[in-house]
């Protein structure tokens, strides 16, 4: 099975900063990766698909990028609702579908 | 409104069993992969199982192979995990979510179902 590797485990910084969690595949996955937002007490919801695409709806701070074996994703302005963990999930080698271990992103 | 309702979660003890249920709405049902994933207490999200849009194919992660299966009715536009020899481990929230196959990914996800083994 493919690994995904989150990091960091948990940040936090300012409303108004920039904030960047990677994911790391333990092999290629070309851009089959997604990303989900998970606040507290409520199911995970998908921001990004495809590695890249944003989901209908989600706000255009969110965003990422990468391919291959690396991937970013971004929050260009942290927001108070921000706060929640953010998962990744590859699909390029199914089943299963791996998520990373996840990073809480709090407001400091 | 699309939306994924689970039930049937509740308090077992270990060895024990349980069905939960996944009512699905506001969408072709029968048209969809769906899958089960999973959230202990405090921790990350977890794979469980998945099943075709005709139910005639099936995966489990190693974690539930041989104690946990998952079924549908597309007639009554539901999903189940139907859960035996129980284990403190698998407490959990069980979530169902929709595989959106244009996008990859799983675009509808369900509240959640708490499962508590404990004796």
């Known amino acids: 099975d493919i690994q995904m590797t989150q990091s960091p485990s948990s940040l936090s910084a300012s409303v108004g900063d920039r904030v960047t969690i990677t994911c790391q595949a333990s092999?290629?996955?070309?851009?089959?990766l997604n990303w989900y937002q998970q606040k507290p007490g409520k199911a995970p919801k998908l921001l990004i698909y495809?590695?890249?695409n944003l989901e209908t709806g989600v706000p255009s701070r969110f965003s990422g990028s990468g391919s291959g074996t690396d991937f970013t994703f971004t929050i260009s302005s942290l927001q108070p609702e921000d706060i929640a963990t953010y998962y990744c999930?590859?699909?390029?080698?199914?089943?299963?579908?791996?998520f990373g271990q996840g990073t809480k992103v709090e407001i400091k | 409104e699309v939306q994924l309702v689970e039930s049937g979660g509740g308090l077992v003890q270990p060895g024990g069993s349980l069905r939960l249920s996944c009512a699905a709405s506001?969408?072709?049902?029968?048209?969809?992969?769906m899958h089960w994933v999973r959230q202990a207490p405090g921790k990350g999200l977890e794979y469980v199982s998945a099943?075709?849009?005709?139910?005639?194919?099936?995966y489990y992660a190693n974690s539930v192979k041989g104690r946990f299966t998952i079924s549908r009715d597309n007639s009554k536009n539901t999903l189940y995990l139907q859960m035996g020899s129980l284990r403190a481990e698998d407490m959990a929230v069980y979530y169902c979510?929709?595989?959106?196959?244009?996008?990859?990914?799983?675009?509808?996800w369900g509240q959640g179902t708490m499962v508590t083994v404990s004796s």
């Open positions: 495809d590695a890249s």
């Open positions: 999930q590859q699909y390029d080698n199914l089943p299963p579908w791996t």
């Open positions: 979510a929709r595989e959106n196959t244009v996008k990859d990914a799983f675009d509808i």
């Open positions: 092999q290629d996955i070309s851009n089959y």
């Open positions: 506001g969408f072709t049902f029968s048209s969809y992969a």
């Open positions: 099943i075709s849009s005709n139910g005639g194919s099936t």
